[in-house]
């Protein structure tokens, strides 16, 4: 045997013989750096986190790379998929046997006459060592121009946050759209159409409508659809996408869907991460704690952040504020003080950086002893995305100060 | 061309389906840490926690590509030598052996062999090493996770045989057949 060999086998044998002593706490570990991570790199962007969350109510993963991917083909496995985000692996319906093929013509059977090209799909099953969830999507032509449309199975905590996110109309102070609706249907499914932008500062002016229902048991229908042939780089072939917001929502409703997702297994209830506030106590602490005299005019909120758009009489003033626990080791920017009782302050006014004109972010960052993070952030303007409508945001430094540093973000849950 | 980013998955889904990832795959990460640390466990422990942390801070967009388990052993080996380039100063003593006694009713004899001969080579010659010989990754494949030329890591591979050789002489066959 050349030593090379010897080498790996022995390797192998040692490698063999390690076996981590806690693989829970390695586990717990990795997660805890993994979101301190993402909180440090949300540092830099505040309320990203909540723009982005707010795609979420938008952007399903596996929806919204649906159309106008860069894989062609319609095979069950491969094609498409390779552009769909995998859904969760447990969440995967495990008793769903349909194909690809199904899926393109269980949608185009449920669309208006017209012309379909560029169907795509993919089955429920295994792709490569990724469970893959049914979908399909066409690009469809009723004689006024291209549009794509794309729809996706798959099942959800009916009773989580992430399933009120899939079916709670996003705040316009987060993103901007034309319309949006919300409803309970007879059956106890929820539902939620959206008619807004690919882009929400509306670089392009490329329509996306998006149709999502979640049914009591929790199987997940998302249509997506677009007023051109691909969801990106292509331009509008027509004023609105193909289907109107009524027909989004038969496609949805259709009960093949649901006939589909018949073996689904329940959905893993989902659990808020450890020692992470929900995100609507925080809405309800951060509106308590405002000044008098400020008029909230929109609050929201997604596990971990809360807003709340104010008006004192002198413009809107979007104001933010994330609690997350375990940030001990985040370094704070701006001007760093450090408080009798060991908590550290950070201190920062710079420009906004979403793109809207004159507009300012005012930030008062903390962590307490313990890890506990509480940063707040306010702006001269009611969105981001838009300009300023006032000089300066609504509170003072204080006052931001003031509100990160209350005792009452420790005990919250 | 998305100008966007990839639009995100909800947060629970996320940490679910990284979770059964991280689960599935932290044991053999945790292996292949402990060799390239030469049996230091608390600090492959560490290595594995922060690969895995990089992992889920990036999972919308890694469990797309095609081998996430595969771009978790090259975050691993990356994050293996900037650990080690940041703590060169207090640098662990050569041949020290692993503090914690292991699980295994495998040969003692060799493991320890093995792994002091292992503790002997230069970081990036074990990280050579591990690629290679445990996970049977081309020379092309493991430049690519070193981000270094295939040229070096041949010279690199050519320099830690012959020390292992030196080290191991021919106990390893020996050893290995008992």
């Known amino acids: ?413 | 061309m998305r100008k966007l980013g990839q639009p995100r998955q909800p947060k629970q889904a996320r940490t679910d389906e990284f979770l059964e990832f991280a689960s599935g795959r932290a044991n053999h990460l945790f292996r292949a840490a402990c060799l390239l640390t030469s049996g230091d466990t608390h600090l492959a422990e560490d290595l594995v926690q922060e690969t895995l942390g990089r992992m889920y801070a990036m999972w919308g967009r890694i469990s797309r590509i095609d081998n996430p388990a595969g771009y978790a052993q090259t975050i691993l080996v990356r994050t293996f030598l900037t650990h080690r380039r940041r703590r060169s100063a207090d640098e662990r003593p050569i041949g020290e052996l692993p503090d914690r006694p292991m699980t295994t009713d495998e040969d003692p004899a060799l493991r320890l062999a093995l792994l002091d001969a292992l503790a002997r080579l230069a970081p990036k010659d074990r990280a050579v090493v591990v690629l290679r010989y445990w996970e049977d990754r081309s020379v092309e494949e493991t430049a690519e996770a070193m981000r270094v030329s295939s040229a070096a890591v041949r010279t690199r591979s050519v320099r830690a045989l012959a020390k292992l050789r030196e080290h191991l002489g021919g106990s390893l066959a020996e050893l290995a057949a008992l």
């Open chain 1, 1 to 413: 045997m050349p030593f090379e060999d010897q080498l790996g086998d022995a390797m192998r044998s040692t490698g063999d013989g390690f076996v981590p002593q806690d693989s829970r706490a390695l586990l717990d570990g990795a997660l805890m750096s993994g979101r301190r991570r993402l909180a440090r790199r949300r540092a830099a962007t505040v309320t990203g986190s909540v723009v982005a969350l707010a795609a979420v109510g938008l952007g399903g993963a596996w929806a919204s790379g649906l159309v106008g991917g860069s894989s062609g083909g319609s095979g069950g496995s491969g094609g498409a998929s390779a552009s769909v985000a995998a859904p969760p692996k447990s969440t995967l319906p495990d008793r769903v046997s349909v194909t690809a093929e199904q899926m393109i013509k269980n949608l185009i059977s449920l669309l208006p006459p017209g012309k379909t090209s560029g169907e795509r799909g993919s089955g429920a099953g295994q792709s490569g060592d990724k469970f893959m969830s049914p979908t399909a999507s066409v690009v469809f032509d009723d004689g006024k121009g291209k549009g794509s449309i794309g729809i996706s199975l798959s099942t959800i905590d009916p009773a989580g946050e992430s399933a009120t996110g899939y079916v709670t109309c996003p705040s316009k102070a987060i993103t901007d759209y034309d319309h949006c609706t919300a409803e309970v249907l007879p059956d106890g499914s929820r539902f939620m159409l959206f008619q807004g932008y690919e882009y929400p500062d509306r670089r392009e002016e490329t329509k996306n409508w998006r149709a999502t229902l979640i049914t009591p048991k929790g199987v997940l229908v998302d249509a997506t659809e677009y007023n051109a042939a691909a969801e990106k780089g292509s331009t509008t072939s027509r004023v609105d996408p193909p289907l109107t917001g009524a027909q989004m929502k038969t496609l949805v409703t259709a009960g093949v869907w649901k006939t589909t997702m018949a073996g689904a297994k329940v959905p893993r209830s989902e659990s808020v991460p450890r020692g992470e506030p929900s995100g609507a106590s925080m809405q309800r602490e951060l509106v308590a704690s405002l000044p008098k005299g400020l008029k909230v005019v929109d609050q929201g909120n997604e596990g971990g952040y809360a807003f709340a758009v104010v008006d004192d009489g002198k413009g809107k003033s979007l104001v933010g504020i994330n609690v997350q626990p375990g940030m001990g080791d985040v370094p704070l920017q701006g001007t760093v003080s450090t408080l009798p009782n060991g908590t550290r302050v950070g201190e920062e006014q710079r420009p906004g950086e979403k793109g809207g004109a004159g507009v300012v972010w005012w930030t008062v960052d903390t962590i307490r002893t313990n890890g506990l993070r509480v940063v707040i952030s306010a702006f001269n303007t009611g969105n981001q995305s838009a300009p300023a409508t006032r000089a300066t945001p609504a509170l003072t430094m204080a006052q931001l100060k003031g509100i990160a540093l209350d005792p009452k973000w420790e005990t919250l849950h």
